[in-house]
């Protein structure tokens, strides 16, 4: 990917947004070794080090940004109230251990809104309407299921239905574009049917990435401060920041998928060719957020309200209503439609934005638009994309990014094989680096590995009781 000075300065200033708790500058000398060091501080990075640091090993956090989160991004001053320009949603409350941490730091987490609406033309669909929507959605996700157990991985639109009529868009978009950020001709049917079922879904009030800035307040790290290049061997390693340089004895690289086959970090040696390819075969799709601020609810939608239409193709969106009682409501596009859409710039997605919901709506939502404000994750320069999705052929590679080379350890929601594109995927991958890079240590030599780092095994689906929520980014 391409990025010029143009694109840097806008996402460095979409980035400005600071989170709610938790962002701090490093306010002593950056140390000059340590016996872990990890690079990135969204929730792998600071999952990471909390466990190192659980395990009395010192360890260091160095993030490029100006803030902890990663692509968990609570953004409290645009609007003078908390929302989420990248993850929104956790899962699993059952086995999430990130539940259980966000409530003792005195965190509010509740399960998400379940007020869920299919919109054809200016009005809701009848209750037949939305059960022929929902069985095209089980029908559909059987189809896929049932591809992805063939002798070679094929793309999921591949298997989709030949009769799905009317809801073929809407089907393509729910299960594609806002499930994993790509069309369905990109996406893997393996990866797409290992992913775990992801419909208890729980939102932290103070937002996603208040969670993770608050779970890191007393993580050793240093924000803005960018690995350059990164010397590794089987016996230690050398992180060059405009800081300075740290020696560690093994390093946990937390990038996402194209940072890293970008090469916008320098290793000596080259990270294997395997790893590289891994990384390229689970490229980000794109996932953005369009927040209006609608005085009025003109809308007329109750509150977490959430929209989806009926519609011939995915150019489409996915509507988020009066978030958390507010007047703000996201139109969340994506696939290869969100892609081109932010490609053009912040003043084409929100013109967009008032058109969808104008056409859906009336005339007079337009008019009811104070302030607005999109995400363009694609040209973050520290993440270039939303959340990794594997192209077909490409599920393997989860796999290949977890096997260490040197003293080296990869983590982030691309390395989970059932929970990537989710903040508790990432948070675990994490811990499973951690715990990896301590036994490289000798850290970790006598005790037994942990239960949180086994990977969850997916569940088969059911018919769904709801429409499926979208994969937040992390």
Same mark, same amino acid.
């Given at each position: 990917? /391409?990025?010029?000075?143009?694109?840097? $300065?806008?996402?460095?200033?979409?980035?400005?947004?600071?989170?709610?708790?938790?962002?701090?500058? =490093?306010?002593?000398?950056?140390?000059?070794?340590?016996?872990?060091?990890?690079?990135? #501080?969204?929730?792998?990075?600071?999952?990471?080090?909390?466990?190192?640091?659980?395990?009395?090993?010192?360890?260091?956090?160095? @993030?490029?940004?100006?803030?902890?989160?990663?692509?968990?991004? /609570?953004?409290?001053?645009?609007?003078?109230? &908390?929302?989420?320009?990248?993850?929104?949603?956790?899962?699993?409350? @059952?086995?999430? &251990?990130?539940? +259980?941490?966000?409530?003792?730091?005195?965190?509010?987490?509740?399960?998400?809104?379940?007020?869920?609406?299919?919109?054809?033309?200016?009005?809701?669909?009848?209750?037949?309407?939305?059960?022929?929507?929902?069985?095209?959605?089980?029908?559909?996700?059987?189809?896929?299921?049932?591809?992805?157990?063939?002798?070679?991985?094929?793309?999921?639109?591949?298997?989709?239905?030949?009769?799905?009529?009317?809801?073929?868009?809407?089907?393509?978009?729910?299960?594609?574009?806002?499930?994993?950020?790509?069309?369905?001709?990109?996406?893997?049917?393996?990866? +797409? #049917?290992?992913? %775990?079922?992801?419909?208890?879904?729980?939102?932290?009030?103070?937002?996603?990435?208040?969670?993770?800035?608050?779970?890191?307040?007393?993580?050793?790290?240093?924000?803005?401060?960018?690995?350059?290049?990164?010397?590794?061997?089987?016996?230690?390693?050398?992180?060059?920041?405009?800081?300075? +340089?740290?020696?560690?004895?093994? #390093?946990?690289?937390?990038?996402?998928?194209?940072?890293?086959?970008?090469?916008?970090?320098?290793?000596?040696?080259?990270?294997?060719?395997?790893?590289?390819?891994?990384?390229?075969?689970?490229?980000?799709?794109?996932?953005?957020?369009?927040?209006? %601020?609608? %005085?009025?609810?003109?809308?007329?939608?109750?509150?977490?309200?959430?929209?989806?239409? %009926?519609?011939?193709?995915?150019? /489409?969106? $996915?509507?988020?209503?009066?978030?958390?009682?507010?007047?703000?409501?996201?139109?969340?596009?994506?696939?290869?439609?969100?892609?081109?859409?932010?490609?053009?710039?912040?003043?084409?997605?929100?013109?967009?934005?008032?058109?969808?919901?104008?056409?859906?709506?009336?005339?007079?939502?337009?008019?009811?638009?104070?302030?607005?404000?999109?995400?363009?994750?694609?040209?973050? &320069?520290?993440?270039?994309?939303?959340?990794?999705?594997?192209?077909?052929?490409?599920?393997?590679?989860?796999?290949?990014? /977890?096997?260490?080379?040197?003293?080296?350890?990869?983590?982030? @929601?691309?390395?989970? @094989?059932? $929970?990537?594109?989710?903040?508790?995927?990432? =948070?675990?991958?994490?811990?499973?680096?951690?715990?990896?890079?301590?036994?490289?240590?000798?850290?970790? +030599?006598?005790?037994?590995?942990?239960? #949180?780092?086994?990977?969850?095994?997916?569940?088969?689906?059911?018919?769904?009781?709801?429409?499926? &929520?979208?994969?937040?980014?992390?």
């Amino acid at each position: 990917m /391409t990025m010029t000075r143009r694109d840097l $300065l806008s996402a460095a200033a979409a980035f400005a947004a600071a989170p709610a708790f938790g962002a701090r500058a =490093w306010a002593a000398p950056l140390p000059r070794d340590a016996d872990i060091i990890v690079i990135g #501080a969204g929730a792998a990075g600071i999952s990471a080090a909390r466990r190192v640091m659980a395990a009395n090993r010192r360890v260091i956090v160095v @993030e490029a940004s100006g803030q902890i989160g990663g692509r968990c991004l /609570t953004d409290t001053a645009t609007f003078g109230v &908390p929302f989420d320009r990248g993850a929104r949603w956790m899962f699993n409350p @059952e086995s999430n &251990p990130l539940i +259980k941490l966000a409530r003792a730091a005195g965190l509010d987490v509740a399960a998400a809104p379940i007020g869920q609406k299919i919109r054809i033309g200016r009005r809701n669909a009848r209750a037949g309407e939305t059960e022929e929507f929902l069985a095209a959605m089980v029908r559909t996700n059987r189809a896929i299921d049932e591809a992805s157990r063939g002798k070679a991985d094929v793309a999921c639109a591949s298997a989709l239905p030949k009769d799905l009529g009317v809801w073929a868009g809407a089907a393509e978009f729910a299960l594609g574009a806002s499930f994993a950020g790509k069309d369905l001709k990109d996406l893997s049917a393996i990866d +797409k #049917a290992r992913a %775990q079922d992801r419909n208890a879904a729980l939102v932290c009030r103070q937002g996603m990435g208040a969670m993770i800035a608050k779970l890191g307040e007393q993580v050793p790290l240093a924000l803005s401060t960018p690995a350059s290049r990164v010397s590794w061997s089987n016996r230690d390693v050398t992180v060059e920041t405009p800081s300075g +340089k740290i020696v560690a004895r093994a #390093a946990i690289v937390t990038v996402s998928s194209n940072v890293l086959a970008a090469g916008n970090i320098r290793f000596t040696p080259d990270v294997p060719k395997r790893q590289l390819d891994a990384a390229a075969r689970l490229s980000l799709g794109s996932l953005d957020r369009i927040v209006l %601020q609608l %005085q009025g609810n003109p809308l007329g939608l109750a509150r977490d309200e959430t929209i989806i239409e %009926q519609s011939d193709s995915t150019r /489409t969106a $996915l509507l988020f209503a009066n978030m958390a009682g507010s007047s703000l409501c996201s139109i969340d596009v994506g696939g290869s439609f969100g892609r081109d859409l932010s490609a053009q710039g912040e003043a084409a997605m929100v013109a967009f934005a008032r058109e969808w919901l104008t056409r859906l709506f009336g005339s007079e939502v337009a008019a009811a638009v104070k302030k607005s404000s999109a995400t363009r994750w694609n040209a973050a &320069p520290f993440t270039l994309g939303a959340m990794s999705s594997a192209a077909p052929g490409g599920q393997g590679s989860r796999k290949i990014l /977890t096997e260490p080379f040197g003293c080296m350890f990869l983590a982030g @929601e691309a390395t989970h @094989e059932t $929970l990537w594109g989710t903040v508790d995927g990432a =948070w675990e991958s994490g811990e499973r680096a951690a715990e990896a890079a301590l036994r490289r240590i000798g850290a970790l +030599k006598d005790e037994p590995a942990a239960p #949180a780092q086994k990977q969850r095994q997916p569940r088969r689906r059911t018919a769904p009781a709801r429409l499926p &929520p979208e994969v937040p980014i992390n």
